[in-house]
């Protein structure tokens, strides 16, 4: 692992969230607002879409992960599901190319054997492509379950080793889709709905969550911001006392001021 897990150790506490994760919820209900069929929603979705990735690049975010396709969404309407499937293959035709010219790279997470042919070749081509990119990582997930994720690594685990040793945190870490990415610092769920919906169930232990009414089509740069300033007025304690992150804080002021005087 290139980093540590927050119940490993503390991580440090930027101003500005390293990984953003955002549960867009709303689009239906933003059509159904204005008359118009769902799948109205779910297109200006991908604007809201193309608008935070935007915004993540320009405010330093390095890791930026959307739930665009739950492991329980097939459940909807046969109709709503292809149209779904249809708005993902136009938008990684349409935006892939794009992404690169701006040195995101680009990751699939979740089940994707249940997607046609047509989909997944489109998603290898991407990620190869974006393969080299670093200044966002953005990771969708697509036929996604935390449920899920956590069991395919324990299934993974259990194939490489057997039952006999004790796992560790870090090897169940290791084999979870966004193994060696950082935790969410920041949640954000849009819709008004306060739950999880079986989204990163391992990695949000320690991230900050924050839920807005706004529909995840009307959620624009102000509204990121609005997310962002709520998680910069928080105090991360990871278990510990008030006191001791204030001391924490002021022995990493101390320390820089010796590096740079
Ligand atoms: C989120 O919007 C998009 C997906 C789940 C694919 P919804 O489609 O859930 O919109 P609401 O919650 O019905 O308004
Ligand atoms: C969560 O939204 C999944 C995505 C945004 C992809 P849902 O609309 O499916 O969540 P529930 O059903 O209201 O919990
Ligand atoms: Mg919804």
Redesign the pocket.
Known sequence: MTFKSTTAAIPEVRAMPRHIAI???GNGRWARKRMLPRVAGHKRGVESVRGAVRACIERGVEHLTL????S??WRRPMAEVDTLMELFVIALEREVGKLHQNGVRLRIVGDLERFGPRLNQLIADGEALTRGNSRLTLNI?ANYGGRWDILQAVNRLLAERGAGAPVTEADLADRLCLAGTPEPDLFIRT?G?Q?I?N?LLWQLAYTELYFTDTLWPDFDTAALDAAIDSYRRRERRFGRTSEQVTEAMQAAVAAAKRVQP
Do not use: P
Request: net charge negative; hydrophobic share 45%.
């Open positions: 549960i867009m919820d739930f665009a396709f739950s329980e969404n997930a819709g709905e739950r919906s989204f």
